[in-house]
């Protein structure tokens, strides 16, 4: 199974950021040793960012899953369907570029629908007592335009690869166990997909 994850650096004149250090904690994870080939990515919070890494990493290579990861204001996890094809920014990104009502990929979709089986992190997180939701609206910040760009790019590039989003929720602190049980989550979610993969590829 080869997987991409991606988390976002710190923004919004923060130190940390949640999704980062989740992903910081699955590099190190032995779990994930079992998983043919995982790419752990940190995408800068810049406008374009985006579009250019997935174009990098995706374009012309055999990808299973495309996991993104953000942070936002939520209180459980938001297992994002929908990328609109809309740059339309609340606050500036980290090199200080206002984007208002304005197309990701020029004559692009309107929108794309994630594919990733999130049914998987539902369950790993049932698990921890973690709710999840289903969001058609991920904003039209960089998480919106990180999935988008990865639905793009596999799209024209007419890749099986799933691709899917998921806000985690920041909170007001840098509680070590919420990062802990979510970063749970996602392991778990990773390794029960090798599983199935493995089992469909000996079938």
């Not at 309107?110 to 904003?139: L, M, Q, R």
């Not at 919420?178 to 090798?194: Q, V």
């Amino acid at each position: 199974m080869k997987v991409v994850v991606t988390a976002f650096e710190p923004f919004g004149g923060k130190t940390s950021n949640r999704s980062l250090q989740i992903m910081n904690r699955l590099e190190k994870s032995p779990q994930l040793k079992r998983v043919e080939d995982i790419r752990f990515i940190e995408v800068p919070v810049v406008r374009g960012a985006p579009l250019r890494i997935m174009t990098e990493i995706l374009r012309g290579a055999v990808t299973d899953y495309v996991l993104c990861i953000g942070e936002a204001s939520r209180t459980g996890l938001a297992l994002e369907h929908i990328a609109a094809n809309e740059r339309d920014y609340r606050i500036p990104d980290n090199e200080g570029t206002m984007s208002q009502r304005e197309s990701i990929v020029g004559n692009g979709p309107d929108h794309y629908v994630a594919s990733f089986p999130y049914e998987f992190i539902a369950n790993a997180a049932k698990a921890k007592h973690i709710d999840t939701n289903d969001s058609d609206d991920a904003g039209r910040f960089l998480c919106n335009e990180l999935l988008y760009a990865a639905l793009h790019i596999t799209h024209i590039d007419r890749s099986s690869a799933r691709v899917g989003f998921v806000h985690v929720p920041a909170g007001f602190d840098e509680s070590a166990v919420l990062t802990d049980t979510l970063t749970a989550i996602f392991e778990k979610t990773l390794t029960d997909m090798n599983s199935e993969k493995n089992r469909q590829c000996r079938a």
